[in-house]
């Protein structure tokens, strides 16, 4: 067996069936997909454990949702685990995305130890994660790497923007970081100068085959909203400007509320546009009701505004929702990517994105979308204002938007560069990937894979843990 001693704390996602590769044929090259399947050959039955921690909810569990089927239908024995925690745990974690995200937050040594730390020691107590590649995904489960039960070549992938981190922070999540044999980020400009082993830069990506992103006409997308529409008393025949995103302070919907209200002011005569917010709340995010509740308070006696959350059938209507929109906005004040971006592009709807994080890697000024500071209010008005007014620019933005998509922001793309990461430490390949961002002297490289530290464990201890790697590498060769 190659993992799952005990499943106390870890559990293991594994039930996503392996998707068809040929599928994915109108949507992007066939060289490309070729290519795929050529450079997954050796890497077939090897395993790629991904560690994150909430399995609903969020861009991270979003993309695993899609990976783990696309990697297994290369061949690649992809495995996906969800670390447990209890409120505490949530809330510190909660603490530590925002403080990477450059807010400044109260956070206190016995919320280090007890929540997080303790924490992360009981998920990993009784259950080793082996492969021959683990990724482990943002700062949740990121300290699971000391504890000596992680095997394999081990990444740590950032889905944050940590272009603003706080010291504190970092300082304390690095000696963990550094533990890594590599980390990701999705945006070279999220590194930082001390990280001391090799950084790559993959951007996310969206997948086509998801129900979210079927492209679908705008009657379809109109009959799966009649139901939604109808409850919220939303007229299909207003310009709708749509936001979809967690209720999370980053996200900045007060600015997005204040932008549309200054927006209906100078518009041409009879466009008379609805907001419509969509939003939920993942299980790793305690804030998420808060900030709802203080959005909704906000946006109260606004008779042209309507906040909904967590809404049934949530693919078909976020797609839909997407596709009806004339307009897409997200300007959040931080962004590690911003899948929303991707998918509303993706269903041809001009974005008004905010200059942070990974939006800018989207949206193109002037060319698929507006680029606009996150509080400039006058400035995303006048955007909303040109987009609603002008027929010509929201249809050139919109054929813009999907070909930005399809050239750079699809699964296959990501896959691509996953698998070379996986090649590389592998040793199939030597030459460093092309979307390294760092440079280390080799000495560094070596420190920072062999002697960084000492082991957390004994001589003996060590070997005894050697044998049963190798005894999971040799049972998983011979596996289907
Ligand atoms: N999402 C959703 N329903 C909602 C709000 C968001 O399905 O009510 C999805 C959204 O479509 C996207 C993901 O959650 O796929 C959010 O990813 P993103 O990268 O935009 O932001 P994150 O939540 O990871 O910060």
Redesign the pocket.
């Known amino acids: 067996m190659f993992d799952d001693k005990s499943k106390k704390y870890i559990n293991t996602y594994v039930p996503l069936e392996p998707v068809d590769i040929n599928e994915y044929k109108p949507f992007v090259d066939k060289e490309l997909l070729e290519e795929l399947r050529f450079m997954a050959d050796p890497l077939k039955n090897k395993v790629w454990a991904n560690v994150n921690s909430t399995v609903i ?4 569990a ?1 993309m695993l949702q899609s990976v783990i089927p696309f990697a297994r239908g290369l061949g690649v024995d992809a495995r996906w685990f969800v670390i447990e925690g209890n409120d505490e745990f949530f809330s510190v974690t909660k603490k530590f995305h925002n403080l990477l995200q450059g807010l400044n937050q109260k956070i206190t040594l016995e919320e280090i130890f007890h929540a997080y730390l303790d924490t992360i020691d009981q998920n990993t107590r009784d259950v080793r994660v082996v492969g021959h590649m683990v990724t482990i995904h943002d700062p949740q489960p990121a300290a699971i790497i000391m504890n000596g039960n992680v095997y394999g070549h081990t990444i740590w992938r950032c ?1 944050i923007d940590t272009s603003h981190a706080s010291r504190r922070i970092w300082r304390f999540l690095l000696p963990y970081i550094n533990q890594y044999e590599g980390a990701i980020f999705s945006s070279k400009e999220f590194m930082k100068e001390n990280v001391q082993i090799p950084a790559y830069e993959i951007s ?1 990506s ?1 997948d086509p085959l998801k129900k ?1 992103n079927r492209q679908r006409t705008r009657e379809e997308a109109l009959a799966s909203l009649a139901e939604i529409f109808n409850e919220n008393d939303i007229d299909p025949e207003r310009p709708i400007v749509a936001a ?3 209720y ?1 302070i980053h996200k900045n919907q007060k600015t997005i509320i204040e932008a549309f209200k200054a927006a209906k002011t100078g518009l041409k005569k009879g466009v008379n546009p609805i907001l419509v917010i ?3 709340s ?1 299980t790793d995010d305690p804030e998420g009701m808060k900030t709802y509740e203080e959005i909704r308070e906000f946006a109260e006696d606004e008779k042209d505004i309507r906040l909904l959350l ?2 049934e059938n ?2 078909e209507v ?1 797609g839909s929702l997407m596709c009806v929109a004339d307009c897409f906005i997200h300007i959040s004040t931080r ?7 991707t ?1 509303a592009m993706w269903q041809g709807t001009p974005v008004i994105g905010s200059k942070v994080g990974g939006i800018v890697k989207q949206v193109i000024d002037g060319h698929n979308g507006y680029l606009v500071e996150p509080h400039d209010v006058p400035g995303i008005a006048k955007a909303i204002r040109h987009i609603l007014d002008d027929d010509v620019v929201r249809k050139t933005f919109s054929e813009n938007a999907r070909k930005t998509v399809r050239q750079q922001f699809l699964l296959p793309h990501m896959l691509k560069k996953e698998l070379a990461l996986m090649r590389y430490c592998l040793e199939i390949d030597n030459k460093i990937p092309d979307f390294r961002i760092n440079k280390l002297a080799y000495k560094e490289i070596e420190q920072a894979l062999y002697g960084r530290t000492a082991w957390p464990f004994s001589t003996d201890d060590l070997k005894k843990h050697l044998e049963i790697i190798q005894e999971g590498m040799e049972s998983s060769s011979g596996s289907t």
């Open positions: 909810g969020g861009g991270v979003e889905h996310p969206i979210k979809i995103s967690r999370d969509v939003g939920n993942a967590n809404v949530n693919d976020i962004e590690g990517f911003g899948l929303v971006v998918e």
